[in-house]
């Protein structure tokens, strides 16, 4: 692509997973109780998380981040508890200026929005699902019906049990 950067020229940096991963080791080993949350801007539009991606993220945790929270791909990804940390391969859309194209595309039109609490005594993370086909709302997001959010549950945690549905205003995970 036209945008990416090289050493003559500005642009999008390309990223460089065995470079991050160290650098995620060293600050790892310096900074021992610091919350590292990685939030890489990856994946095919519209399709479900690549191998590479799930490659990608395990070797972050393995690394040493706490957390690794995908977007860009305008629809969400599969959701993985990977050694007790929580990766989001991709949040979808929040407010996107697209009409939408999930129906085309056979995508998911949901989007997630990510609260994460940290505290001295604990981490609590909630997910706030969102209806996002532009089509259908005239551009206003929604939250979930019920038989979206079921969709929604099996798609992006499969036989994961590792969450609880609170009041089907948003998903608290546990570790």
Known sequence: ??????????????????????QIRLYRENF?????????????????????????????????ADYVIGHGAHTIQEAELYNGKWIFYNIGNFIFNAPGRYKTKSAKPYGLMLKLVISDNYRKFAVYPIYINNLETDYCVRKLDEIELNELTKFLFKDNTNFKIVNRQFIELMN
Do not use: E
């Open 1 to 22: 692509y036209d945008f990416y950067a090289d050493s003559n020229k500005p642009g999008v940096n390309k990223l460089d997973t065995i470079k991050l991963s160290s």
């Open 32 to 64: 021992p109780n610091a919350v590292i949350i990685i939030y890489p801007h990856w994946g095919s539009n519209y399709k479900p998380a690549s191998d590479i991606q799930m490659s990608f993220a395990h070797n972050y945790i393995n690394s040493g």
